[in-house]
């Protein structure tokens, strides 16, 4: 991308260690989840709040992956975001990439009425997570399916993690420490997935 030329001229290049990676978020539980997938695959990730980079879509692929690209023409330094969406099946897979409007207005409690009296409980919450890292540009997926409980169980994590038990679990995401819920959760899949990737990228490269 041409940014890096111009800074480079200028000589205001910021030189990262090869671990250095930049998370834009403005969710800090999403970031102490992929800062510990991270720190496994060696890398050093920092919180970069506040881009508001309000990219819609109704694909959350989209969305992580122009976010990324809009970020990185901001910032100019190896980085990564990530979006995820929670797809319940007796919605026909709603909110999916709404899931951020639906949890601000309806809530938790909005989406369990909707599911009232119903016998499928079925859902996935799915991420993407893009890296860029120049020259690559990384795209990971990562999905957890599981069922969404009759009522919110335990305060840990965020959004709709108190009514969301992973396969597997007889815990909600809610009831479960960053550990245990990284070793169920789409975002430690997606994140696992693009970074890893890119390790092995970045060490063929050289
Ligand atoms: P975002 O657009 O990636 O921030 O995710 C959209 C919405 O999905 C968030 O506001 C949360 O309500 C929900 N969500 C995404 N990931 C999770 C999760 O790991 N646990 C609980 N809710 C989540």
Redesign the pocket.
């Known amino acids: 991308m041409s940014r890096k030329g111009s800074e480079e001229s200028s000589g205001a290049k910021h030189t990262p260690s090869r671990q250095e990676l930049l998370f834009v978020s403005d969710?800090i539980h999403?970031y102490e989840?992929v800062r510990a997938v991270a720190r496994e695959l060696g890398f050093d990730v920092q919180l970069m709040p506040g881009l508001k980079l309000e990219v819609q879509s109704d694909s959350?692929e989209e969305?992580s992956r122009k976010s990324a690209i809009l970020a990185y023409l901001l910032v100019g330094r190896p980085l990564f975001v990530?979006?995820?969406?929670?797809y319940i099946q007796a919605l026909r897979g709603f909110p999916g990439p709404y899931?951020?409007f639906v949890?601000?207005t309806i809530g938790i409690e909005g989406v369990l009425k909707l599911l009232e009296g119903a016998s499928d409980r079925r859902a996935c919450?799915k991420?993407v997570a893009t890296v860029i890292y120049e020259p690559f540009i990384v795209v990971g997926h990562g999905e957890v399916c599981g069922f969404i409980t009759d009522r919110p169980r335990g305060s840990r994590?965020?959004?709709?993690?108190p009514i969301?038990t992973p396969d597997g679990s007889e815990k909600t995401?809610g009831e479960m420490s960053l550990e245990e819920?990284n070793r169920f959760?789409?975002?430690a899949k997606s994140v696992y997935s693009a970074l890893s990737r890119l390790k092995k990228m970045m060490e063929q490269s050289g």
């Open positions: 969710n999403k989840e959350i969305v990530e979006d995820a969406g929670l899931s951020s949890y601000r919450f991420s994590g965020f959004g709709f993690d969301f995401f819920k959760s789409h975002r």
